[in-house]
């Protein structure tokens, strides 16, 4: 059963640093979405993209986050100066129309 | 503003036991809504989508109240692998709008 993945699973990075989360939709989905989940707390959604440009962004998607797909099988997720409260879970996931969005396993995210 | 309201729980029920969970929302043009379950530090998975007829998939119900604008699930004969946290989800334009969860716990 195909699977969205990402990478890496648990990344570490100092306040200010720049980090880059990655993701691999399944592959025949169009649309690809980021979610954070900071822990205790509901899933966020952060942003959407279609035919590569973002389709809807929140307000915690501000100018310190940006997305990507540099090829035909990757999704990144940057956030260019991390923030303490940037710690979360941040889920990939990706659907084939708008709904039924099918998540990543995540990558936990601790700043410090 | 709370797109999507669920009680918390938590739900500790007996094996074999039915439990019924329900959830409020906000925005009545959502036309969408689905019941995904979470395990502790994983990702949301779909349960089961909800829609205005309501559906059914072996021992899960899920129905859909338009008028007072509420989704439930029933779980019947409760097992347990179905401890997790139970998420209420109605779509946006573009995204989906998560509850903050019903944490179940059945018990042997």
């Known amino acids: 059963e195909p699977e969205v993945t990402q990478t890496p699973s648990h990344q570490v990075t100092q306040m200010g640093q720049e980090v880059i989360l990655r993701c691999v939709p399944i592959?025949?989905?169009?649309?690809f979405y980021w979610y954070r989940q900071i822990l205790g707390q509901k899933v966020e959604f952060l942003v959407s993209?279609?035919?590569?440009?973002?389709?809807?962004k929140s307000e915690i998607f501000d100018d310190q986050f940006s997305v990507e797909r540099p090829d035909g099988s990757n999704f990144t997720l940057k956030i260019r100066s991390t923030k303490l409260e940037d710690s979360a879970m941040y889920f990939c996931?990706?659907?084939?129309?708008?709904?039924?969005?099918?998540f990543g396993p995540g990558t936990r995210l601790t700043v410090t | 503003r709370k797109e999507v309201e669920q009680d918390p729980g938590p739900f500790n029920v007996p094996e074999g036991a039915t439990v019924a969970f329900n959830c409020t929302y906000s925005?009545?043009?959502?036309?969408?809504f689905f019941w995904y379950r979470q395990d502790c530090r994983k990702e949301p998975k779909l349960l089961m989508s909800?829609?205005?007829s309501g559906n059914e998939d072996g021992r899960f119900t899920a129905q859909l109240n338009r008028a007072s604008q509420y989704i439930s699930l029933l779980i019947r004969d409760s097992k347990l692998s179905d401890s997790a946290t139970y998420l209420c989800?109605?779509?946006?334009?573009?995204?989906?709008?998560f509850g903050t969860g019903t944490r179940l716990t059945v018990i042997p």
């Open positions: 996931a990706s659907s084939e129309a708008v709904y039924e969005q099918y």
């Open positions: 925005n009545s043009a959502s036309q969408s």
């Open positions: 909800v829609y205005s």
């Open positions: 993209f279609y035919n590569n440009e973002i389709s809807e």
């Open positions: 592959s025949n989905h169009l649309y």
């Open positions: 989800v109605q779509t946006g334009a573009n995204n989906l709008f």
